[in-house]
């Protein structure tokens, strides 16, 4: 856990110490031990983790409340929380209270704006440490789905137009990213090769390649890219890593990997796939995936490939294919 999550895991579960209730809670984004405190208090925990990190069991809706509390770790992002709030709020309890907790580098003293879309009073319960919990009530939260989230985008790459769909928080929302526009423009896949786009985001890939899509599966550890992503045809799960992936060989893995963990750079999710692909590639499979300029992978390549090619380098992004 890091050291902010570990200060505003502190903070709420010191929030709780006030309260004894019963009835059942929302968790929504909680660590572990935020849960752990929140039934220490008597109340009825439900988990709803829309990131499948850590091993969470992740889904794109919170279980069926109704709830009497809600408890929200801050999400990044000011429409990815609307929607989230939005979701959480439409399963309260009219006299239900939310619990929204976050570090003030992660914008926590400025969600007034969101939760007043759903809640007719906020107010600040405990601010230290540089975090803060913030208290709603009078809930007025209509009934939504995701599908009031959605966004269409049409992109057009190697010449080639298509569309997807994109949700608040899902990579690159509402947009083609310069990374995967370099991938795609690099991109051969042989017909009827068996593909697995590792990361998969919103299916990007997938609804680039349209009708010369063979057998595809795709994870993502985001709920809602995968949501996105079932729009195209293929097995689209989430998960954690390569070993989430559906089960079986791949002809070609393909990948945009992640290579930020909040603001800080890190490659770990990167050297891992391409440590890990070859068991999960045919024999004379191959993996293709596109990284900043600057990410020190060559190394690993060779020493998990036997031949490796630099396919294409813009400066900013490089476009590897390893056999
Ligand atoms: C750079 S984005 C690329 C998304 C998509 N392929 C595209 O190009 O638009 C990386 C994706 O990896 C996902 N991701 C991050 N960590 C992951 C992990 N440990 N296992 C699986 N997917 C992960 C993120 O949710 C994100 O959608």
Redesign the pocket.
């Known amino acids: 856990m890091s050291e902010r999550e570990e200060r505003a895991s502190e903070i709420m579960v010191g929030a709780l110490d006030a309260v004894a209730l019963e009835g059942r809670v929302l968790a929504v984004g909680v660590a572990d031990d935020v849960v752990r405190a929140l039934g220490a208090t008597g109340l009825e925990v439900t988990r709803w983790d829309r990131w499948a990190t850590g091993g969470r069991e992740a889904s794109a809706l919170p279980p069926e409340g109704p709830y009497d509390r809600v408890c929200m770790r801050l999400p990044k992002g000011r429409d990815t929380l609307s929607a989230m709030l939005a979701l959480a709020a439409a399963e309260l309890v009219p006299e239900g209270k939310l619990w929204l907790y976050g570090a003030n580098d992660e914008g926590i003293r400025s969600v007034s704006k969101q939760l007043r879309d759903s809640f007719d009073h906020d107010e600040s319960v405990d601010a230290r440490r540089h975090c803060r919990v913030v208290q709603a009530s009078g809930v007025h939260a209509p009934r939504v789905s995701l599908r009031d989230f959605r966004t269409e985008v049409e992109a057009t790459a190697g010449g080639r137009t298509f569309r997807f769909t994109t949700l608040p928080g899902?990579?690159?929302h509402g947009r083609l990213?310069e990374?995967?526009r370099l991938?795609l423009e690099n991109l051969s896949v042989d017909a009827a090769a068996k593909l697995l786009?590792?990361?998969?985001?919103?299916g990007?890939?997938a609804a680039f390649l349209g009708e010369r899509l063979g057998p595809t599966a795709g994870?993502?550890?985001?709920a809602w890219?995968i949501e996105c992503a079932q729009a195209q045809p293929g097995t689209w799960v989430v998960?954690?890593?390569l070993a989430?992936a559906p089960e079986g060989l791949y002809d070609h893995i393909v990948?945009?990997?992640?290579?930020h963990t909040g603001k800080d750079t890190d490659f770990h999710?990167m050297d891992a796939l391409i440590t890990s692909a070859p068991s999960r590639l045919v024999k004379g499979g191959r993996l293709t995936f596109v990284c900043p300029s600057t990410a020190p992978v060559k190394r690993a390549l060779d020493a998990a490939f036997s031949k490796v090619v630099l396919l294409a380098d813009d400066r900013r992004y490089r476009v590897w294919e390893a056999r």
């Open positions: 899902v990579f690159a990213d990374g995967t991938l786009d590792f990361g998969c985001g919103a990007v890939v994870v993502d550890i985001d890219a998960g954690d890593g989430a990948s945009n990997p992640p290579f999710v």
